[in-house]
């Protein structure tokens, strides 16, 4: 499963970005909406994680 974890603060995309990790999930990480929609046309995402 694909996940987006989308936040403008990079602390708690990296700590949810670990605990999804280690459950075995493949992580996609943006900061912002721009970056968001980048890895949206790009990927397969099944899931996104976003404030």
């Known amino acids: 499963m694909n996940i987006l974890v989308c ?3 990079t602390s708690i995309v990296e700590a949810i ?3 999804l990790e280690n ?3 493949s ?3 943006a900061y912002n909406g ?3 929609l980048d ?3 790009n990927q397969e995402i099944h899931l996104i994680i976003m404030d």
């Open 17 to 19: 970005c670990i605990y």
């Open 7 to 9: 936040d403008d603060d």
């Open 23 to 25: 459950e075995g999930y």
């Open 27 to 29: 992580i996609f990480k």
């Open 39 to 41: 890895v949206i046309e």
């Open 34 to 36: 721009e970056e968001a």
